[in-house]
């Protein structure tokens, strides 16, 4: 069963899409051209590229992949970051320095800032044996989720929402967690995402690359980073937080 729109959700707690998919990777043996969920390399434009930079220094954001958005029509979220001696934008979800854009028929976000034609900028790395900055390219492969793990994904969400005050208050959950995944409900550190209704989540994140064998390099501070697109899929945002 692919992951397919709701029609229910009215924001960033609820599950705009079903079933949840864990993200894997598969090294890329060549660039991937096609109009699939990737990280790094080049961006597949379905529409003229519009490369971000930071609002502050016009400094070319970094690419970190591009994720499909479930629906009757192909579009991709593309996202952005800025990146700076090993220290990455994102916090403010509507800062400029972390940008997810949709095409084709998109809406650029009001706050991001698009660089001339012809801009490019780094994709993502991860660590070389020398401190060197190796490019990456990954399939990203949505596969179906153990039973046991979707429901402790879903007893945490529920536990999250108690806290908020938003539902029952459930005792912690302590089953096995999973932190990269498409569609369902989420879990946020401090039990709360930084953007409010309408915004539906798309995915979560995992930072990655202090590790020998990290398969590319995201500093969240040991957090999640988490997608959203609005509820006609035309518009994005993006942030990280950690626990």
Same mark, same amino acid.
């Given at each position: 069963? =692919? ?17 949840? &998919? *864990? ?8 660039? =991937? ?8 390399? *080049? ?37 952005? %970051?800025?990146?700076?001696?090993v220290i990455m934008g994102g916090t403010d979800p ?27 900028? &780094?994709?993502? !790395?991860? !660590? ?5 900055? %190796?490019?990456?390219? !990954? ?5 179906? %989720? ?17 806290? &908020? ?28 995402? &930084? ?7 798309l995915f979560k994140i995992s930072d990655a690359g ?29 942030? !990280?937080?950690?626990?």
């Open positions: 069963m =692919i992951t397919r729109p709701t029609g229910q959700a009215e924001g960033p707690y609820d599950a705009a899409f079903l079933p949840r &998919r *864990q993200m894997t990777l598969r090294a890329a043996e060549q660039p =991937i051209s096609d109009p699939v969920a990737k990280l790094g390399g *080049q961006p597949v434009w379905l529409a003229e590229p519009t490369w971000p930079v930071d609002p502050s220094t016009g400094r070319p954001l970094v690419f970190v992949g591009q994720f499909p958005i479930p629906g009757d029509e192909l579009r991709l979220a593309y996202l952005f %970051i800025d990146e700076e001696d509507e800062a400029g320095d972390a940008v997810l854009l949709v095409q084709p028929g998109g809406r650029i976000p009001s706050f991001a800032v698009i660089g001339p034609s012809g801009t490019q900028g &780094r994709t993502l !790395w991860r !660590w070389g044996p020398d401190d060197s900055e %190796i490019p990456v390219e !990954w399939h990203v492969d949505l596969q179906p %989720i153990p039973p046991g793990i979707d429901r402790s994904i879903d007893d945490q969400a529920a536990f999250e929402r108690g806290m &908020r005050g938003e539902g029952p208050r459930v005792q912690l959950p302590g089953g096995e967690d999973l932190h990269d995944y498409v569609g369902g409900t989420a879990c946020y550190p401090n039990h709360r995402a &930084r953007v409010g209704a309408p915004w539906q989540f202090e590790a020998e064998g990290d398969p590319y390099f995201l500093n969240f501070g040991y957090g999640y980073g988490f997608g959203f697109v609005s509820p006609d899929h035309r518009e994005g945002r993006f942030f !990280w937080a950690r626990p």
